[in-house]
């Protein structure tokens, strides 16, 4: 899987992404703004990054702090074309959701919601569709057994596919669903497809689980070498029938398989067109990432003024040369994996999808 062995087409689609991207960390436009809306959850996710459950040590964050730190942002960024995404824990335990969404509608930037499906009942769906609401991605991993299992609710499952249901039957607002595949729902992919597709979804992403928050605790989340190279045969085969739009998540460099299981080559995009605002106000790149890759704070900087004068460490990645980066002859294109997946405090790499795939049989 080393770079010299890539397809000539791949790399040069690789070569043009890495002037782009380039370009890219030099302009740093804004496109996509997630809000940790909150650390409450009504489920307890053995997966869960942030261990997010029913009462947090952190409250919500007010909505006119979020709003505020927003509308900072007014000149440097054009709003019909930065996302805000409303994230958790589960940002549908806030009963104020349809007010944050109608202060995002008058301020005209389009806004999503990222949820587990528990409280998308159609009344809900109705309210927040009023409020302006865009876009949804639901969690559905696997059959009812293995979602069950990893969601820790007998009732989650029910309800998440309730969630799906509804929303393929609704116009005006686009939706995926996310699976997290593990050794559990591994060998459900091909009937969870079909359950999909009866469903009416069109837009399907897996993703797999790295160790982080409770996920280091279960050994059973990480697919083994040759159960993740099967798992990129599906994707790509599901991709060439064409029935429907199935990806893999935006998580690593994948080789041979680049251009072939996701809609674009890989691009880590954090903090260079994705910031996010955490529950206690930590200024990040996206949600999983804390500790010292946090820029700063919206209660004691301006949002702008960091969007605009920090994330260095997202912006030249030559300092994830180190460790088994530094021989990598794949850096060139991958530039140190996704940010998610280096330590928090001391910057090493902590899991390779490359170095995975490599060692299947």
Known sequence: MSAARLPFRTKLALELLRRYRKNASRLHPLRYILWECTLRCNLQCLHCGSEC?????????????????????????????????????????????????????????????????????ERRLQSLLLAGLRSVTVSLDGLEASHSWLRGSAKSYRLALRAVELLAKTPGVRFDVVTCVHRKNFDELAPLKELLRQAGVKEWRIFTIFPIGRAKMQEDLQLEPQSFK?????????????????????????????????????????????????????????????????????????????????????????????????SCKSYRYCEGSGMHLRNEQTGELMFCHLKRLESAP
């Open 53 to 121: 459950r029913s009462e947090a040590g952190v409250g919500d964050m007010p909505a006119e702090d979020f709003l505020k730190a927003l509308d900072e942002l007014k000149g440097l960024v054009d709003p019909h074309k930065t996302m805000i995404v409303l994230t958790g824990g589960e940002a549908l335990v806030r009963k104020d959701v349809e007010l944050i969404g109608r202060e995002l509608y008058r301020r005209e930037f389009p806004w999503g919601v990222a949820t587990n499906g528990m409280l998308l009942d």
């Open 230 to 326: 099967a798992l990129l045969d599906f994707i790509r085969q599901t991709r060439r029938e064409g029935k429907i739009a199935l990806s893999y998540g935006c998580e690593g460099f994948l080789g041979r398989y680049e251009g072939e299981v996701r809609g674009s080559l890989f691009y880590c995009r954090a903090g260079v067109s994705i910031a996010s605002i955490l529950a206690d106000g930590s200024i990040s790149a996206c949600p999983n990432l804390r500790a010292n890759f946090i820029q700063g704070n919206i209660y004691r900087d301006s949002f702008a003024d960091v969007w605009q004068h920090r994330y260095q460490v997202f912006r030249d990645r030559s300092w994830t040369k180190t460790g088994a980066c530094a």
